[in-house]
């Protein structure tokens, strides 16, 4: 029986994978193609294991909350049902509620929920396996970099997310108050779960902007200079970026993303402008200059003082 498991297919992909982990035979990360595939197997098998338990995690969490922590299907309605009792559908009994308009339509937006929970719960350790995959290919120097960078847009993404979900309610409630108080707001559950999660989104990876402009600068791409010649640009820019991103087009969300954003490039800008002037300092003690890459280098066109040439060197007669 034993023989028989150690024989299935799913066996040997994460039983291959750790004999090809570069920690054990090669200490200094090295291996062929083929275990470099077997590595890569294994950590993605590993990733999406957690994910499946953090799946499962998320299901359960939908109608039992851990001690004071709400249950997900009132963090995720949270922001419908805090609109006026005149705007939105209550049940008989005075509970907010979605509406279903399929058969089993909230099977799988309960399935869609775990999912999205469950990668958000069990994000450390699969970051932490792209990151055993990754590393051993750095230097140490680059492996710091990337730690920090790694840590940091985790914590962006999670105070955008934070951030639309705060905004939501009150750009729920702006669209809403156009109907005068004649109307109330019937949402449907995909419609409302694929906006809320939707909205989470747009604000997390928007969040980012600030690591790209920081690991650009460093890699002397985007120098402080650009920044500072382009500052109005990149602003009005990103006012039209927050225009068309937000899903629910309501002018309260676009603002908030939009100053958000500037805000976080001003930052970023000065985590540049600090950044060229240390390097502008280091390489002035060393008695260097920094060369801009739009300028083209001097040619030297003094005349050489080469010897004649030995014409018998290249004499072919016998």
């Known amino acids: 029986m034993v023989r028989w498991i150690r024989s299935l297919r799913w066996f040997k992909v994460l039983r291959f994978g750790r004999r090809g982990s570069r920690g054990k035979s090669n200490p200094d990360g090295t291996m062929p193609l083929i275990e470099h595939l077997y590595e890569l197997r294994f950590r993605l098998a590993m990733a999406f294991a957690a994910v499946l ?21 009132a963090l995720i309605t949270g922001p419908y049902c805090s609109l ?10 005075g509970t907010c509620q979605l509406m279903q308009t ?3 339509e909230v099977v799988g937006l309960r399935f869609q929920l775990a999912f999205a929970s469950g990668a958000v719960l069990s994000s450390p350790f699969w970051l932490y396996q792209i990151w055993a ?13 990337a730690g920090i960078f790694v840590g940091c847009a985790s914590v962006l993404f999670i105070f955008g997310a934070v951030l639309a979900y705060l905004v939501a309610p009150e ?4 669209m809403a108050s156009f109907g005068a108080g004649n109307f109330f707001t019937a949402l449907t559950g995909g419609a409302y779960v694929g906006f809320i999660l939707l909205l989470l989104m747009i ?3 928007s969040f980012e902007l600030p690591l790209l402009i920081v690991m650009l600068n460093r890699a002397g791409v985007l120098p402080y200079a650009k920044l ?10 990103l006012f039209v970026f927050a225009a068309f991103a937000t899903p629910g087009q309501d002018p309260l969300s676009m603002v908030v993303l939009a100053c958000a954003l500037v805000l976080l490039f001003g930052i970023a800008s000065q985590f540049a402008r600090v950044h060229d002037k240390r390097k502008a300092r280091k390489l002035a003690a060393a008695g260097l200059t920094e060369l801009d890459p739009d300028t083209p280098s001097e040619v030297d066109t003094t005349p050489s003082e080469l ?5 018998n060197r290249y004499d072919d007669t016998p």
Do not use: C, H, Q
């Not at 006026?84 to 009994?93: K, L, Q």
């Not at 750009?171 to 702006?174: A, E, K, M, V, W």
């Open 171 to 174: 750009g729920l409630y702006f």
């Open 84 to 93: 006026p009792t005149d705007m939105r559908f209550e049940a008989n009994d």
């Open 53 to 73: 338990v953090g799946a499962i995690i998320g299901f359960i969490w939908f109608d039992f909350g851990p001690g004071p922590i709400p249950t997900l299907s």
């Open 228 to 237: 500072k010649k382009w500052w109005r640009g990149i602003v009005f820019g």
């Open 203 to 205: 604000f997390g990876i």
């Open 133 to 145: 995959f990754i590393t051993p290919g750095l230097y140490a120097k680059e492996r710091k970099f």
């Open 307 to 311: 010897p004649p040439p030995d014409r």
């Open 102 to 104: 399929t058969a089993f």
